[in-house]
């Protein structure tokens, strides 16, 4: 679905910025009523453009105050080894993201800890002993700005 008008748009752009809002709310926000908001909000559904609602969790606020990104080089390249290794690494519940990329590294995951000796922990005992892992390179965020999506 690529013919999104302006008012698609704007309406994307509020549950982007807060997905609580409810169809009445963002109709007022956009000019337009409840049930014309809706049913927009259901298209947009329906066509997958809205793939789901999430919420976001303060790290800090709940006693994970580093995150670490992760490069993972795979020692051994193949089909069984990629299958093998994602089953085992989206298992450990600090890993927040696992991307399988191109470039120097096979995989880039974020990974949330207490603290730096959390986080050690967590390399030496659960992310080293994963099936295939060769190369790790970790990069310690120190700060985080949020970027909006393409609609800004």
């Not at 109709?27 to 298209?43: E, H, L, S, Y």
């Not at 066509?47 to 994970?64: E, K, P, Q, T, Y």
Request: charged residues 25%; without cysteine.
């Amino acid at each position: 679905m690529t013919d999104l008008d302006d008012t698609d748009r704007a309406i994307l752009r509020i549950l982007v910025h807060d997905a609580t809002q409810s169809a009445a709310q963002v109709g007022r926000a956009v000019g337009i009523g409840q049930p014309a908001a809706w049913r927009r909000i259901k298209r947009l559904t329906d066509h997958g453009i809205i793939a789901g609602r999430r919420v976001m969790l303060d790290n800090a606020a709940l006693g994970f105050g580093v995150t670490v990104f992760l490069g993972i080089r795979l020692a051994a390249k193949g089909r069984t080894s990629l299958e093998d290794f994602e089953r085992a690494v989206t298992a450990i519940p600090e890993v927040q993201l696992v991307q399988h990329v191109l470039g120097q590294f096979d995989y880039r995951l974020r990974i949330t800890a207490r603290d730096i000796t959390d986080f050690e922990r967590i390399l030496r005992r659960r992310i080293m002993t994963l099936p295939g892992v060769g190369q790790v390179e970790a990069n310690v965020m120190l700060s985080e700005e949020r970027r909006p999506g393409p609609l800004g």
